[in-house]
């Protein structure tokens, strides 16, 4: 596995794997992407200097993409995504490590935060195989518009 930058030719490429259903149901911000709204947000990561968008290749095959986002001098937020076909083969931890390397090189030695949620278990176990370990956990309660105290039954 090789890495290389990604560029505004990726677009369609990226489009594809951020808009799997099963990567927005894993993700933050689980709306549907639209196209246009996908081309500004892949110029923004390819001028902004505190990020980096890379493509992992296989083969001179495209499998996977991540992203580093520079928060602070000292953090780094990184993201990943396998194409669907390459899941749960352990090209994630090898992704990973050589994310690590790219990281250490652009950025120096920060801590690389992996924000995952609690249910994602196939990807905390590749995290942790790439070396991440658990450090803080974050429990949410979402309300209602109308309050209701049925939220709180445990
Ligand atoms: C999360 C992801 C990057 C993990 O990479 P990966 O290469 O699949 O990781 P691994 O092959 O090391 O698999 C990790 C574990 O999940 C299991 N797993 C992963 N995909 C699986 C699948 N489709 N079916 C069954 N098990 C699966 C593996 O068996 C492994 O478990 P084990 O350690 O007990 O053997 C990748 O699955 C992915 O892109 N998922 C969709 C997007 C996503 O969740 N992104 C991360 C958001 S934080």
Redesign the pocket.
């Known amino acids: 596995m090789r890495i290389r930058e990604a560029t505004a030719a990726d677009a369609a490429l990226l489009f594809e794997w951020r808009n799997?259903p099963?990567?927005r149901e894993?993700?933050f911000d689980d709306k549907p992407l639209d196209w246009h709204a996908h081309v500004r947000w892949l110029d923004g990561c390819l001028s902004d200097p505190n990020r980096l968008l890379c493509i992992a290749m296989e083969d001179d095959r495209p499998i996977?993409v991540f992203r580093l986002d520079r928060l602070s001098e000292g953090t780094v937020v990184i993201?990943?995504?396998?194409?669907?076909s390459?899941?749960?083969?352990?090209?994630?931890?090898?992704?990973?490590r050589l994310a690590a390397a790219e990281c250490q090189s652009r950025f120096g030695s920060v801590t690389i935060e992996?924000?995952?949620?609690g249910d994602?278990?196939?990807?905390q176990?590749?995290?942790?195989?790439a070396g991440y370990r658990l450090e803080t956990c974050i429990m949410t309660l979402q309300l209602a518009r109308e309050f209701d105290d049925r939220s709180f039954d445990g």
Do not use: Q, T, W
Request: hydrophobic share 40%; glycine share 12%.
């Open positions: 799997d099963s990567v894993r993700s996977g993201s990943i995504a396998l194409a669907a390459e899941r749960g083969k352990g090209a994630g931890p090898r992704m990973l992996a924000r995952i949620k994602n278990l196939y990807s176990k590749a995290f942790a195989k």
